[in-house]
């Protein structure tokens, strides 16, 4: 993987920051797609010298969106950007994946909208303050962040999270596409919430992101009005809502239930116990914490064991067979078949990276 350089970061105001057990730098799932010239990895900081921040939409091959049309959240943060649509013929949107790691960071208003969605069975805690508002949401796997153009939000990222970035440009949303509903502008945050259509559509710019042989243009321009399509779709018909169908877990019970998970790692835990602490019986618990997280409690569980693997691998003095005692697995062979299905690499591959 390709990070900025010293002379980038110095000239943003970056510090590096050195890799800890809490903040692994070591990429997830496909390492082809982890490989990537400085000059693509690079590219948002060198936005400056791109397209003037008029009234021009249309973008040239090897630039990213106007200054004014992305955020430079991800560089102030420094997070790992793995693959960029920079370089493709992509003129209506500009994509990126990345590895997140913990931040506090405001974006800015810009003149595109902004999707991000979190890759891999994860879920995290985020605190958005927008609107003179304070959210604080536990993010249920797949669970999406959209900022409409002209809106301005600070996020607070507590856990390392694997994400891809797309942004749309205002040109997208044009009237000769659409017609006049909803301006961009008017559209509603989406703070966590699923929505299984902007899921797909934008999984398969991931896809496409990460294949060898370059797709055409028009498809990537298929999915892009496809999102712009729904995002209209679910701001001017009342039928669509991001308000869960059923009872959500509080914030004080998501709390109870990590600490109490967190600390029986070691433990057979079962269903019972878990919805106990939250206060409810098994088929309330199941239902709710399914319309909080977006996954089961045993893959919540399994999360949580992998993300304290991980931390353990990035300490030398403990053994594969250690590790997976302290995780609750029966033996290596577990969690090696874990890791691997929740990170696309082995235990032993994670720690030499690592």
């Given at each position: 993987m390709v990070r900025c350089g010293n002379d980038q970061r110095r000239a943003n105001n970056v510090s590096p920051r050195r890799p800890d057990a809490m903040t692994s730098r070591t990429p997830v799932a496909r390492e082809d797609a982890a490989i990537l010239p400085t000059f693509a990895n690079c590219l948002l900081l060198r936005a400056s010298h791109a397209i003037d921040q008029g009234e021009e939409n249309t973008l040239s091959p090897l630039s990213p969106f106007p200054t004014k049309q992305v955020h430079d959240v991800l560089q102030k943060s420094a997070a790992d950007i793995y693959v960029t649509s920079a370089g493709r013929d992509w003129t209506s949107i500009f994509a990126s994946m990345q590895r997140e790691y913990p931040f506090?960071?405001?974006?800015?208003?810009?003149?595109?909208?902004?999707?991000?969605?979190?890759?891999?069975?994860?879920?995290?805690?985020?605190?958005?303050?927008?609107?003179?508002?304070?959210?604080?949401?536990?993010?249920?796997?797949?669970?999406?962040?959209?900022?409409?153009?002209?809106?301005?939000?600070?996020?607070?990222?507590?856990?390392?999270?694997?994400?891809?970035?797309?942004?749309?440009?205002?040109?997208?949303?044009?009237?000769?596409?659409?017609?006049?509903?909803?301006?961009?502008?008017?559209?509603?945050?989406?703070?966590?919430?699923?929505?299984?259509?902007?899921?797909?559509?934008?999984?398969?710019?991931?896809?496409?992101?990460?294949?060898?042989?370059?797709?055409?243009?028009?498809?990537?321009?298929?999915i892009a009005h496809a999102i712009a399509a729904r995002l209209f779709a679910v701001n001017s018909d009342p039928k669509h809502t991001h308000t869960p169908s059923h009872r959500r877990l509080g914030q004080k019970q998501i709390e109870r239930l990590r600490d109490f998970v967190s600390a029986n790692l070691t433990s057979d835990i079962t269903l019972a116990s878990m919805a106990a602490v939250c206060g409810l019986n098994n088929e309330e618990f199941m239902r709710a914490f399914k319309a909080t997280a977006g996954i089961s409690p045993y893959q919540y569980v399994l999360a949580l064991r992998i993300a304290r693997a991980r931390d353990l691998l990035c300490d030398p003095s403990w053994t594969l067979p250690d590790i997976a005692a302290e995780c609750g697995f029966s033996h290596q062979q577990h969690l090696t078949s874990t890791f691997r299905r929740f990170t696309g690499r082995t235990p032993a591959a994670y720690r030499r990276g690592a």
């Open positions: 506090n960071e405001m974006f800015g208003a810009v003149s595109s909208c902004l999707m991000v969605i979190p890759r891999g069975i994860v879920v995290t805690d985020v605190t958005y303050k927008l609107q003179g508002r304070t959210v604080t949401r536990h993010i249920p796997h797949r669970g999406l962040f959209f900022l409409p153009a002209g809106s301005a939000c600070e996020v607070d990222l507590r856990n390392v999270l694997d994400t891809i970035h797309i942004y749309l440009p205002p040109g997208l949303f044009s009237e000769q596409n659409f017609g006049a509903r909803v301006a961009p502008s008017d559209f509603a945050p989406i703070l966590g919430e699923r929505d299984a259509v902007l899921e797909h559509l934008g999984a398969a710019i991931a896809e496409i992101m990460q294949e060898d042989a370059p797709r055409p243009s028009l498809l990537v321009d298929i």
